[in-house]
T-cell receptor
Framework: KQEVTQIPAALSVPEGENLVLNCSFT??????LQWFRQDPGKGLTSLLL?????REQTSGRLNASLDKSSGRSTLYIAASQPGDSATYLC????????????FGQGTTLQVKP | NAGVTQTPKFQVLKTGQSMTLQCAQD?????MSWYRQDPGMGLRLIHY???????DQGEVPNGYNVSRSTTEDFPLRLLSAAPSQTSVYFC?????????????FGQGTRLTVV
């Protein structure tokens, strides 16, 4: 059974710091991995999607990497800002690609001014 | 661009009542799914659909029914609400095409069963 783990559960950093969020999964047979952002009381916003054949994706100050063989993904946030404060979720899609996602518990990030 | 639209945003039910959570997408996505989000449990899959007329159970299907009569709509029915179904419910959709399987989520329905 695929399990997704995110460490740490919570993170507090000063503004301007570069930071890394971690996501690990137990079964390397994934179709893709997606990082989401969730603000309190809101829905999920897709940040980056990495296909199983890719190693990384970049969008602005965000960079996500994927190492399927080791079952790990990282989300790198450069020059963090208070507006980055949110919960970040990673989710894997199974190789059968039925649209089913298995989520980690999330990392709640606070960026202090 | 509407994306994925969920209604209602908030709902309070009494134990035993039934209701339908609505989900609609305007992106012609084949895949649609329902998740519930609970503190300490994360997001868990309730039901999903790979196309009109096709549905299947997810991780926590008990107490919920779904149907997919059109590509656009995927309603979730609570048959007899229980306090354990108090949660935030999210609907999601994605394309079936290889390389374009990004999932899009609605804003959620916050349900309280008393």
């Amino acid at each position: 059974k695929q399990e997704v783990t995110q460490i740490p559960a919570a993170l507090s950093v000063p503004e301007g710091e570069n930071l890394v969020l971690n996501c690990s999964f137990t079964d390397s047979a994934i179709y893709n991995l997606q990082w989401f952002r969730q603000d309190p009381g809101k829905g999920l916003t897709s940040l980056l999607l990495i296909q199983s054949s890719q190693r990384e994706q970049t969008s602005g100050r965000l960079n996500a990497s994927l190492d399927k063989s080791s079952g790990r993904s990282t989300l790198y946030i450069a020059a963090s800002q208070p507006g980055d404060s949110a919960t970040y979720l990673c989710a894997v899609s199974l190789v059968s690609n039925t649209g089913k996602l298995i989520f980690g518990q999330g990392t709640t990030l606070q960026v202090k001014p | 661009n509407a994306g994925v639209t969920q209604t209602p945003k908030f709902q309070v039910l009494k134990t035993g009542q039934s209701m339908t959570l609505q989900c609609a997408q305007d992106m012609n996505h084949e895949y649609m799914s329902w998740y519930r989000q609970d503190p300490g449990m994360g997001l868990r899959l309730i039901h999903y659909s790979v196309g009109a007329g096709i549905t299947d159970q997810g991780e926590v299907p008990n107490g919920y029914n779904v149907s997919r009569s059109t590509t656009e709509d995927f309603p979730l029915r609570l048959l007899s609400a229980a306090p354990s179904q108090t949660s935030v419910y999210f609907c999601a959709s994605s394309l079936r095409t290889v390389g374009s399987a990004e999932a899009f989520f609605g804003q959620g329905t916050r349900l309280t069963v008393v």
